[in-house]
């Protein structure tokens, strides 16, 4: 089994920055992809940004020159750099690990989310 811890989420105002982190610990022998989605009540969860185990990076559009995912293997730590925000990023920020073993194959894991509200 594999856990996920995040932190870093807060209120700040328009055009500041905040920095998440998720660690993952416990039974883990490989991680592949690792990502950061987010919601808002009463919408779908969506994808932020994802970054694979090679280190090419993808972004939601509305984050693009915005928000920087990046990680640390040697800590099995995914952050996100989020930059200039604005009230519409406000929402619950949840990681999202993907690890491969060599038996039971594919699994992925979720964070238990961190909040993030952007207001003046």
């Known amino acids: 089994q594999v856990q996920l811890v995040e932190s870093g989420g807060g209120l700040v105002q328009p055009g500041e920055s905040l920095r998440l982190s998720c660690a993952a610990s416990g039974s883990i022998f490989s991680i592949a992809a690792m990502a950061w989605h987010r919601q808002v009540p009463g919408k779908q969860r969506e994808l932020v940004a994802v970054?694979?185990?090679?280190?090419?990076?993808n972004y939601a559009d509305s984050v693009k020159g915005r928000f920087t995912i990046s990680r640390d293997n040697a800590k099995n730590t995914v952050y996100l750099q989020m930059n200039s925000l604005k009230p519409d990023d406000t929402a619950v920020y949840y990681c999202?690990?993907?690890?491969?073993?060599?038996?039971?194959?594919?699994?992925?894991?979720w964070g238990q989310g961190t909040l993030v509200t952007v207001s003046s």
């Open positions: 970054i694979t185990s090679g280190g090419s990076t």
């Open positions: 999202n690990v993907n690890t491969i073993a060599p038996i039971t194959g594919f699994h992925t894991y």
